[in-house]
């Protein structure tokens, strides 16, 4: 029963491991598409895969051939990704804990707006570099082709998503009658042309953040899930890596494996004076 931690890690890495196969295989897959938004994540996939791969193996080897450095290596690397998913799952919860829908009148799909949301968000979204990409892959979805057909009537009965409510249609406020009203930026941003449409308006971009938000707090709950499960698993490569040590000889614990110990430096002289009192007194 001593080495059941070990039996637990190895059979935990071997599963890990067979799974980085296919994570490492749809980046890889990804590389050859040509649609923008596949290849955004195909770096983060490839770095997952691979961190998997190597982490697993290292736990796998260490608990099943009793390998001590390479168990060591597998629980740094864990101490290392507990610490980052326990901050990433705190800094998630801090970013997304503002914006939202403001609600429109006779309409049930609500609308975003940009300075709701958390001064990081706007300015990762407000890069060129970054909405350029995210522009490109709303394009390729074609997440507006059905919006731009609606008739006046589809508007008031039906609902949009974050995105489509920001990039597919201008601000409900908006008018474009004979008037001199100052109106939103965003107004004068729109455009019939369906390559273009609102996809430079702030409310697409708050669009965005809506979904990302709503992701991203999924995904924190996600985290302290996983969080729970590597703290335990961690304590469990612990045991794993003390039996390590322990199997070098394959004695059982607490049995005495010593059979040649080497006195100290000072351990003669004090014999010798020892012996020399005795025969004194």
């Not at 791969?53 to 736990?59: D, F, H, K």
């Not at 409900?172 to 273009?196: H, I, K, R, S």
């Amino acid at each position: 029963m001593y080495r059941f931690s070990n039996t637990v890690i190895g059979f935990l890495n071997l599963f890990t491991l067979l799974a980085s196969i296919p994570i490492i295989g749809a980046g890889l897959w990804m590389a050859r598409s040509s649609t923008t938004c596949e290849k955004f994540l195909q770096t983060p996939l490839l770095f997952i895969g691979f961190i998997i791969l190597i982490v697993s193996l290292a736990g796998f080897i260490g608990a099943c051939f009793h390998v001590a450095w390479a168990l060591w290596l597998y629980l740094f690397v864990m101490l290392l990704l507990i610490g980052a998913l326990m901050g990433l799952t705190v800094f998630g919860f801090v970013v997304t804990s503002q914006g939202g829908g403001m609600d429109v009148p006779g309409k049930v799909y609500k609308e975003y707006h940009l300075q709701n949301y958390s001064p990081w968000l706007r300015k990762r979204i407000k890069d060129p570099q970054y909405w350029v990409t995210i522009r490109a892959c709303i394009l390729g979805s074609k997440t507006c082709a059905n919006v731009i057909t609606w008739t006046p009537y589809d508007y008031l009965t039906k609902d949009l998503t974050p995105i489509q409510s920001g990039c597919c249609k201008p601000p409900t406020a908006c008018n474009y009658g004979l008037t001199t009203m100052t109106q939103e930026a965003d107004c004068y941003q729109w455009n019939n042309d369906p390559n273009l449409l609102c996809y430079e308006c702030d409310s697409c971009k708050a669009g965005v953040l809506e979904d990302v938000r709503r992701d991203w707090q999924k995904i924190s709950v996600l985290n302290i899930v996983m969080l729970v499960l590597l703290i335990g698993i961690y304590s469990i490569g612990c045991c794993a890596f003390q039996n390590t040590k322990r199997a070098v000889s394959d004695y059982p614990h607490g049995e005495n494996r010593m059979y040649k110990v080497r006195p100290r430096w000072d351990f003669y002289w004090w014999r010798w004076w020892h012996d020399r009192r005795h025969q004194l007194y």
